[in-house]
């Protein structure tokens, strides 16, 4: 069954701004969401789009939740849903009248399945962090001491064993990094801290 989107404009723009509250978000997480290594790599990819926001776009808290909230719902329906992956997730946003701009980067956060091209910096960033941050935890796994101590030589190293954690797309990975403008190494070192702290 295809996911094509077939469409490319999500949301209303008279919403941009409206968010859901932490509350509602977290309920919608976990209401959704009940496998914990899925569960686990969402938060991962949401602590990853709020420190990027912070760190590297100098954004303020609010827009630094825009970003969170986009990372922490970006595979909400994966879960009970395979075969409305994303068109679910986008319609119940849609109909929580959610910022426009949130909609459209969990559209876009797979654009060989979804038929939607990562434009905005919130959409490149998103489809960037995804399958590498999965990639790493894949890593940490596998290490005696997890996170700790690793660095990245390591992670490219595993990146080119096509055999490791092979369903993460390294054409994906390569193409991301090319959109964002940021070196694959660049983008690795600053995973790895973050996600040490996420559990």
Known sequence: ????????????????????????AETLFTEWVLNPRLQLHMKQ???????????KENLNDADQWRWETA???????????????CKKIIEELEKRNVDPE??????????LYFG???????????YAFDELSGLVHAYSLMRPNGYEGMDVKGVKKRLKEKSFAANVSREDITDACTRAGIALEDLISFIIPIQTGVN
Request: charged share 20%; proline share 3%; no cysteine.
């Open 45 to 55: 990819v949401a602590a990853l789009m709020k420190a990027w926001a912070a760190a």
């Open 71 to 85: 990372g922490l719902l970006h595979d909400a329906d994966w879960d009970q849903w395979p075969d409305l992956h």
């Open 116 to 126: 939607v091209e990562p434009e905005t910096k919130m959409d490149k960033m998103l």
């Open 1 to 24: 069954m295809s996911l094509l989107l077939n469409r490319n404009t999500f949301g209303n723009r008279t919403n941009a701004g409206n968010v859901l509250t932490k509350q509602e």
């Open 102 to 111: 949130i909609i459209r980067a969990i559209a876009s956060h797979g654009h």
